[in-house]
């Protein structure tokens, strides 16, 4: 019996050294190689600063076409909607009361002009039977009175046909400008006349016009703040450009200025309104219209960005990956700024000189070893 149990562990023993030499002699299974990762070298650059805002266009010269006596509308002499020159007519009213007020006038100022003549004859009579002791001193100066009174009623008169004049030159209205039409207010026949509802139509001018957007307190400290910490830099005399962005996306040819800025803030809505001045010679632009005011001209000096892929959120905050020397990732936490196109500007957290991985960030995790491409 000892004799077979001798021999059961000898063959067991065998067995086992067996089975492990055959585990040595297993080829190992290499490691993985590290991953790679696509790097963008950190760097100091001035970019250019954009600030975009949503903005009305106006017309940069509107005109109200007003009747400013009262009469029967004769004739309406433009077409509605029609681009007219300055000169223009654009209505007539019936001219005919004016022009019986007019002959009227001009009839009452010759009866005092004969009425001077008549009583400068007189002074001039009395004034040498005056001097011959012929007529008395009162005479003369009953004369005289009644002189300086013809002529005081003769300038009144003559006011009074000046009056009549304009009056009626005010049944011809004429357009002050260069402008795009709007719908006449009154048809053909209809009375019309100063007052309330004296509006006939408008004229605009299209060529230059304005675009005006309204500017948040809450943008206005957040950039005088990073002005006062050179984070911002604006144009010499804040000489702004502004390219306007349409519904479409379209963005005009032409560019711009700012030209007004309200001094004082709209107390319903808390912000400034800003006012830009566009050339606007094809009247792409029509008042009313909303577009995208791009404000350019301001520069953010020695900013740092990033691509919007190499941010990350976690519980902490914004984080990037930075790969140190020895090619292991760390972990960066970062406080952004504005956007510039697709990137993000980097206010604090990164520094010159350090490399921040934008591809392959799935792949990696704080203290791994990774290989950078080129």
Request: charged share 20%; with cysteine.
């Amino acid at each position: 019996m000892k004799k077979k149990l001798a021999s059961f562990v000898y063959t067991a023993v065998l067995f086992s050294l067996f089975i492990l030499s055959g585990c040595r002699n297993e080829p190992s299974h290499p490691q993985p190689p590290p991953p790679g990762v696509t790097i963008t070298t950190i760097k100091k650059e001035t970019i250019p600063a954009t600030f975009e805002y949503v903005g009305v266009v106006q017309s940069s010269h509107l005109i109200e076409i007003r009747a400013r006596v009262e009469g029967y509308l004769d004739e309406i002499a433009y077409e509605e909607g029609s681009l007219v020159h300055e000169g223009s007519l654009l209505f007539k009213i019936d001219p005919k009361t004016f022009e019986a007020t007019l002959a009227q006038a001009k009839g009452f100022a010759a009866e005092k002009e004969a009425a001077l003549w008549d009583a400068r004859q007189t002074v001039s009579r009395l004034k040498p039977l005056y001097e011959n002791n012929a007529a008395s001193k009162r005479d003369l100066d009953n004369a005289t009175a009644q002189e300086l009174g013809a002529k005081a009623a003769l300038e009144s008169a003559q006011a009074q046909v000046l009056q009549a004049e304009i009056n009626l030159g005010y049944t011809t209205i004429h357009s002050p400008i260069n402008g795009l039409t709007g719908q006449a207010k009154f048809r053909q026949g209809a009375l019309v006349g100063p007052g309330p509802n004296s509006l006939l139509t408008t004229v605009m001018t299209m060529n230059p016009i304005w675009v005006n957007f309204n500017v948040s307190s809450g943008d206005i400290l957040k950039y005088q703040r990073e002005g006062k910490a050179g984070l911002l830099v604006f144009p010499e005399n804040l000489n702004f450009d502004v390219e306007v962005v349409l519904a479409d996306g379209t963005i005009l040819p032409t560019k711009g200025k700012v030209d007004f800025a309200d001094p004082s803030l709209n107390a319903s809505t808390g912000s400034m309104m800003v006012r830009a001045v566009l050339p606007n010679p094809n009247h792409v632009l029509m008042p009313g219209q909303f577009v995208r005011a791009r404000i350019t001209g301001a520069t953010h000096p020695d900013a740092i960005v990033v691509p919007q892929a190499a941010v990350m959120q976690g519980s902490g905050g914004l984080f990037v990956y930075v790969v140190n020397k020895e090619n292991k990732v760390e972990i960066r936490q970062v406080e952004t700024g504005d956007w510039y196109q697709s990137n993000w500007i980097i206010d604090s957290g990164l520094q010159p000189g350090e490399r921040v991985i934008i591809d392959g960030i799935n792949k990696v995790m704080p203290g791994s070893t990774v290989t950078v491409k080129s």
